[in-house]
């Protein structure tokens, strides 16, 4: 049998999905009561009165919440998830407003009735009356905080952090060169096909809660969940169902609808469940994305990087329950795969009466690779070299690894880089598009009166975060693996993945591998799905616990069939001895055997029963070391991320009448370590850049000043359609295994989409010869660059 | 939890005193009542049907009236269970004369619920409990205003009493019988002519008929009609099987 580690085997997953056989959140709970919530209409107010009186008559009406209704637990601010020392001034929501909202879409009573027609209807009937606030939208307003978000925050700001290596003020004066940059990126959202939803059933006879989340992280909110309801954790089980997307938004947790959902269905005895429609996920979900960015760098005569300095200031919305990992992932790997001599970065995260922030798909990534690489292409322009023999100067080498950057990153840990092979990365790249072949088609174009540009990204990706994923492996008797590990899916392929690793390490067929995720009836201990993390968190768990299993195994079989261990090999899910075919046993009967039985329930089970003959009748069935089954629990805990990098590069053409931009060839090179299925890797990639095309020209959340969302709807929020992502996205592969877990591998879950909004950036600067320092960017927001910048319009 | 309301009905002080305690009128307005009798000095038994949000049921208990001071005040004291839920309650209801002649009716509830109807939210439980205690008691001045009891449905009977023109007409020495529903209302709680709804009752001392004080065996002290306190407290009891919780739904959601 030939190793499916690196094998493009088609995922597993896809069958049952496609032939709608999916069980998603809104599948389940049929015969629950449905939750829906009376939002707010205002981005700050106070609440002066709710009057329910018009709603009383709904017919199947039957709760109607508001804060005073909330138990004490339940009645404090939801958990803070990630503190740090910096975020001084962390605020998160309750779950149903306190007298006060600070965003549009704000919870502020949950309503339950027979169903959700219903319950939107009662929703509507209730009559809240408020004192608007003034609101602060927008960076500029919360910087200059002549309004408060929060009371008790001065100048609205949540945090400020500084990090820095080296002395960077004196290296920038010292500096031959020195060039000022602002940078900003607007506000996107993960906006995954299926929104948010929970369903919970408490069950009183056994006092235990059991929830369906449409989430990333199933122990997550089991913990919050018995924390805030008062209940063990063992009374409770958290079930990730399929989940149609979450890209970071399903993260956050408790979100007020995953706290409130189960205490409803424990106080009214019937399970009850709330699906978020598409205008509630714009609203009352998370953003992500949007910071100002002030750069100073001192450079040589080469190019090289003598001092970079980066101020920026990050939106966190009204609340910060995922503290500060965004700016922090912004602050450390804007570094990409540069080694300035010398680096100071200083962030405010800043409120804003808009819906909060938490990571999407590159979590900060994004903006640190459009800030470095636009300030790379500037240098180059200054100096009017080569853009890609800048970078190259400021490259750290392969043979510079593991490098230390002297800062910490978002795992709390030293950012030091592991691998990678950046020279290498870019000869690929620069092979792939064309690089040193483009200016004669540049020219071309020009003489037919068509401009077309070129442009590239590279980036680096701290991915497998800590601090530890676990796996679980059995062998039952009919020969079926079974195996369950703690974190989450969205629809990335882990089932299949996952199965090729055990499928491999037990030495049988794929189809016999069942894989379970994100259930903590069969999986207890687990962090979550984010940070690129999965292949190697729970692939490294779940390899090691398949060899505990493939361990045991051998050795059961080996006594069984009274040959050394070391002679057996598993093929086909048959042991048998290296070579000898005809000896084998199946792995079934080797479970069979390992489990000392009283009772046979079937035929093969026989073979284990007492009479059944052999054995050594002066030690006991189960030794004392020992435990029945063929089974293996394992825990990977790396000492810190491994980090996944790549280039991008674009050729875009601009209409130079309607200023339409358009892709005509998109590249990929990027370097995951080893990669364990290729399809769903490249897969990845696609939808990645899909996002990362969104994000540079498309996505943006359109707040006026008085706070509201005025694009809250895929009317309005322009997200691409397969018109306008490259048909062709091509992709080249380096491989740099990573020493720091037992499979070489690294993430590649967020690759595609962190270079996108710099690459384009700098192909559509290179084709207009206009600096391009913002995104997204429209062909009426290029027509007015070009306004601006003294071009006439043909 | 607490809710209060002030109303205002078109009859004078008196003449509500007195409608208050004539159960002929007290069935007619009280919504939801099916059946009331006495239960001890000063105290009665009732039994009513509720309906808050979808949750609809049967509620039995006991009403008892204190601290009255004739015409002005007095206190009822309900505890009801069903079903549903049950509630403990204390209100404290006041009678005071406008300057038009009309009458203010102030009440200040404070209860306690449990059981399922705990569990459908404070602001639900006291937006049906002031809707139901508003009703009654815009029933009642719509009955001492002179309008038909006739086309005053009771709640959850399906019977209609009968207009007072009628009642005033021929000796109400079974006056209920046409008001009561199918549980039949003892004997004693008929009320003498000097209590009839089309009487008007220019002062507010009522003397109390022989015939109903010794009913209910009263409490020596109470000046009220037995009747009256049934009625009233069998109404309010009704009203505030809706009314808010307090810290039940706090300690119940543990």
Known sequence: MSSLFGARVQRVEDDRLVRGHGAYLDDLGPDSLAAAFVRSPHAHARITDIDVSGALDVPGLVAIYTYEDLPARLAEPLPLLIPHPALTHGRTPYPLANGEVNHVGEAIAMVVAADRYLAEDAADLIDVSYEPLPAVVGLDAARAAVHLVHEDVPGNRAANEVQEHGDTAAAIAAARHVLELDLEIERSASTPLEGRGVLARWDEQSQHLVMWTSTQTSTGVRAAVAAKLGLDLTQVDVITPDVGGGFGVKIVHPWPEEVLVPWAARLLGRPVKFTEDRREHFIASAHERGQQHHVSVGYDDEGRILGLDVRFWHDNGAYVPYGLIVPIVTSTQLLGPYKPAAYRVEFDSLYTNTVLVTPYRGAGRPQGCFVMERTMDAIAAALGLDRTAVRERNFIQPAEMPYDHGLIFQDGRPLIYDSGDYPALLTKIKDLVGWDKFAPLKEAASAEGRRIGIGLACYVEGTGVGPYEGGHVVVETSGKVKVATGLTSQGQGHQTMLAQLVADELGVPIADVEVVTGDTRRFGYAVGTFASRTAVMSGSAVTLAARKAKEKALRVAADAMEVAAADLEITGGMVQVKGDPDSGISLGTVAVLSNPLRYAFDDAAKAATQFAGGGDMSKPPVAPDDEPGIEGRAYFSPVRSTFASGIHAAIVETDPDTAEITILRYCVVHDCGLLINPQIVEGQIHGGVAQGVGGALYERMAYDEEGQLVNASFMDFLMPYVSEVPREVEIDHLETPSPLNPLGIKGAGEAGVIPGAAALAAAIEDAEGIPVRSMPISPSELFELRRAHGQETR | MKISGVVTLRAPGGRVWTGLTDPAVLLATIPGCERLEPAGPGSCRFAARAKIASIEGSYTGEVSVSQQHEPSSFVLTVNGAGAPGAVSAS?????????????????????????????????????AARRIAD???????????????????????????????????????????????????????????????????????????????????????????????????????SALAGVALAGLIERRAR
């Open chain 2, 135 to 237: 009703d009654f008691v815009s029933s009642v001045d719509d009955v001492l205003a002179g309008s038909a009891i006739a086309g005053n449905a009771i709640a959850g009977t399906g019977m209609v009493s009968p207009p007072p023109a009628e009642r005033a007409a021929e000796p109400p020495a079974e006056p209920e019988a046409a008001l009561v529903p199918a549980t039949p209302v003892p004997a004693a709680i008929a009320v003498p002519a000097a209590v009839s709804v089309a009487a008007a009752a220019p002062s507010i001392a009522v003397p109390v008929p022989a015939a109903v004080s010794s009913i209910a065996a009263p409490v020596a002290d109470i000046q009220v009609p037995a009747a009256f306190a049934r009625g009233v407290l069998v109404g309010a009891a």
């Open chain 2, 91 to 127: 209100v404290q209801v006041r009678l005071a004369e406008t300057a038009g002649g009309s009458t203010e009716l102030s009440y200040d509830a404070d209860a306690v619920i449990g059981g399922l109807i705990a569990g459908v939210g404070r602001r639900v439980l006291c937006s």
